[in-house]
Structures are given as structure tokens and as C-alpha cells.
């Protein structure tokens, strides 16, 4: 049975936007609502998120293919402000060192820094390049590649002195990059895809959280995936094995979500997702999923607004 925006969204704020994901917690949420409702929902938890200090990013399947979960990470980091992530890290891991910082929250040169400190720039950038060793390198819950490329962009802010490594690793975690070479100095091995996506996700939620941000608020729309190819016009268009694919992405996350620190995954879908008769594209045609989600308790014959799906009423 449909429940209001209102009896969903207070125990959604309550139990996850103020607690549990600012804390680490990680969890999936599917939503269906009419595209009326829509906009409210996106609304309602984007203003709860940006008040319990979370970073909110909105991804529509008709732009990112959705199948690929490298695709979803490429999206995420085209979304994110790395230059200030990094400011913010850098200072914490220089301050954790013992030293500093001219200006809280604006870059400095590694010069006015050591003038700052009172120690020569060559000793306090080996100095502070062997805490980013010990503090990134050797945290476990970070991937190999990720931590290299973290590495690379804490030592250009840093020296402010290789502008091109910065930007080819950007490059590489938003998916531009052309070629491996552009970041063989940072000594990364391999490019982001389905291979290691999952484990560069984890890595990025992990990293976030070191860097001034709670954690992460994901609205994913799927409207997209119930929708027949003659039925779309522009951009992507998913077959129904892309649909399949893209329902084991959704599987897979919410089996690791224990392991995407601070992360809350909306995903949001109309009413075709709970159709059986939409052919090869429903819910109900992807049983490991349907299995994860599915709420078979509902006292007095209500929806429990905590449940993995909801559906709101208009």
C-alpha cells in the first residue's frame, strides 16, 4: 500500500540523513513515485543531506550507462570538487604533522609554508611527503591505483610544481583519460572499469570521509531502464539484458553496502518497475534483486516506511 512523502521521508531523515550514513553507515533505498512526486522526494533529501553535512550528486540512467558501475564512478567524480577534497586533506595531514597552515582553506606555496614553519622547503616537503606515505599509502581500506593517484594529487598541491600528472590523474578518475602513459609517473597500472569498480567506489567513499565530507547521497533515476527502445529518442537506451545488467549492479552494491562508508543510494523508478506485465524489464524479472528489496511485512497492512522500496503515494 502507497505511503505519504511525509510518514517515508521522517524516518528516512531521522534513521539515515542525520545518523547512520554521517556516521559510515552505507545503505540502498528504492523509491517509486509518478514523475509528479518525483522532484519533491529529490528535493526533500537533498536539503536533508546538505544539512547533515553530505554531498549530494543526482544521476540519470539516460546519461550514464547504468550497467557498467565504472561508468556510475566516472559520474560521481566529474561531479565532485577535487581541488577543494585535497585542500582539505593536505591540511589536515600537514596540521596532523605538527605543522602550519598560513590560511586555512586556501592554497599555499610549499615556500610560504616552510617560511611559516620555520624549517628549510626541501626538509619539510620530505617531511610531509613521508606522513601522506604513512597516512594514505598505508591504509588498507583503500584500493592500490587509488591510493597512488590520492598520493599524486596531495604532493601537486603540495608543490604546486606538476600541473599535467594533476590533471591526467583527474583525467583518469573521471574517465578522459586517453592513455596510461599520462599517469605512469603516479605509477598507476590500470584504468577504471568493471574489473575494479566496485573496489574504486569503496575506495572514493572511504576517502571522502577523510576529506571534510560525511558522506554521500546518490539519487539514481531508473525511469530510463523500464522505458522500450522505440519508446526513447535521444541518449541511452537500455535493451533488456542492459536492464538485467543493470539490476546486478544494483544487486552487487547492496550486497557490499557495509562497505561503501557514508553512502545512501536512492534509487528512484514509476510504477512500471513493480509492473509484471512490462515485459523482460520489471523488478520481478530480476529475482536476486526483487529477493533484497522486497518487503513481505506490513503491519496493518501499511508499507514500513524503513523498508528497502517504498511506494509513495501522489
Not at 53 to 71: K, W
Not at 84 to 91: A, D, F, I, K, S
Not at 117 to 139: C, F, K, Y
Request: aromatic share 6%.
Amino acid at each position: 500500500m502507497p505511503i505519504t512523502l511525509d510518514t517515508w521521508f521522517a524516518p528516512i531523515k531521522r534513521e539515515y540523513l542525520d545518523t547512520f550514513i554521517p556516521e559510515g553507515g552505507g545503505a540502498v533505498r528504492f523509491v517509486v513515485a509518478d514523475d509528479a512526486t518525483q522532484p519533491a522526494v529529490r528535493e526533500r533529501l537533498t536539503a536533508a543531506a546538505a544539512n547533515s553535512g553530505l554531498s549530494v550528486i543526482g544521476i540519470d540512467t539516460a546519461a550514464t550507462r547504468l550497467h557498467m558501475l565504472h561508468f556510475v564512478f566516472f559520474a560521481i567524480a566529474k561531479e565532485l570538487d577535487w581541488e577543494g577534497l585535497v585542500q582539505t586533506r593536505l591540511e589536515t595531514l600537514v596540521t596532523d604533522a605538527g605543522y602550519r597552515w598560513p590560511q586555512p582553506g586556501r592554497r599555499t606555496s610549499l615556500a610560504a609554508l616552510a617560511e611559516r614553519n620555520g624549517i628549510a622547503p626541501p626538509l619539510l616537503r620530505s617531511t610531509l611527503q613521508q606522513h601522506i606515505t604513512r597516512a594514505v599509502w598505508e591504509d588498507a581500506l583503500l584500493a592500490q591505483d587509488f591510493r597512488k593517484a590520492m598520493i599524486a594529487l596531495l604532493d601537486a598541491q603540495l608543490t604546486d610544481d606538476n600541473d599535467s600528472l594533476r590533471d591526467a590523474v583527474l583525467d583518469w578518475l573521471r574517465g578522459d583519460l586517453r592513455s596510461l602513459k599520462g599517469v605512469r609517473e603516479a605509477q598507476i597500472g590500470a584504468r577504471i572499469g568493471r574489473h575494479n569498480a566496485r573496489a574504486m567506489l569503496m575506495s572514493l567513499c572511504h576517502w571522502l570521509r577523510g576529506c571534510g565530507c560525511r558522506g554521500l547521497v546518490l539519487l539514481l533515476d531508473i525511469r530510463r531502464l523500464l522505458r522500450e527502445r522505440r519508446e526513447i529518442f535521444e541518449d541511452v537506451a537500455y535493451t533488456p539484458a542492459a536492464v538485467m545488467d543493470c539490476y546486478e549492479v544494483l544487486r552487487q552494491v547492496i550486497d557490499d553496502c557495509e562497505h561503501f562508508e557514508g553512502l545512501l543510494l536512492v534509487a528512484m523508478g514509476d510504477a512500471r518497475l513493480l509492473n509484471d506485465d512490462v515485459p523482460k524489464r520489471a523488478l520481478s524479472q530480476y529475482t536476486a534483486l526483487k529477493m533484497r528489496v522486497w518487503d513481505d511485512v506490513r503491519p496493518h497492512g501499511q508499507d514500513n516506511p524503513l523498508s528497502p522500496l517504498v511506494v509513495i503515494a501522489p
